[in-house]
């Protein structure tokens, strides 16, 4: 295997569009498979016995964590979205997410947003918020709601994630997340979406789609010190999304004027 890839907050969308064309180069189907082989192992083992379900988010991680879980027997998934997603990929995610994955609405959408406009495109200690509402307090309402004893994150450290130190992480209130993929290169990963051939959701062909991944659209990074960029990137991509957010949003309508849309 040949590592080109940093983390995902260093690397530039044009080193992954890059590697992603060419990952047939950087490593081998042999390679990928002993990196599946050993995180089945491990999802048999950590599963064994207990009422699991993995996590989904229609990213390039959960769809491999998806995959490898239906291989492995679970065949539970939750994937937690609003409606400030972008519209073209939860779309996509109903026609190509595994039939065991259920979709569980948060709530979110334009009425929230109003009353915490200090979140849109926010980064730092205030864009921190985000994971809360987007990630964290969906997978522990998955948790508890479903009555499950673990759930199965795609989470790798590559990324930044804390995993724990065995792949665990276990919380006070009884919650516990195991990630087996944790290890995985970001090449491992690519090349196991290549060779077993599953579809990508369109986000991977945006602007700089590798670098930003799944979040909501007022989630988009690098916009905190522009929020004009911010809203001009989401309109290149949808200028619906911008055309709805500015009737309750005034920097959407700010936007819109400057643009003459």
Known sequence: MKQVLGRKQTSRNEDWQRAWEHIEELISPEEVKSFADTALAEIRTATAGKR?????????DSIVLASLCERAGIRTGYFAYCDLDYPAFVEWVKK???EGVVMMHTGYGLDWLYHHQNLIFAEGIVGQRWHQISQRGPFTKMFFDNHLDLLLMGHRTIDGNNCGPDGYIRKKTGEVRFSPLRAWP???????????????????????????????WPER????????????????IDPAIILKAAERLPSARSFLMGVGA
């Open 221 to 236: 990074e690098f916009c905190s010190q522009d929020i004009m960029k911010g809203y001009r990137e989401v309109y290149e």
């Open 96 to 98: 190509n997410k595994p």
């Open 186 to 216: 970001h090449e491992a990963l690519l090349g196991y979406i290549r060779y077993n051939g599953l579809p990508l959701p369109p986000i991977y062909g945006w602007k700089d789609g590798w670098v930003q991944g799944t979040h909501a």
């Open 52 to 60: 699991a379900a993995y996590a989904y988010s229609a990213g390039k």
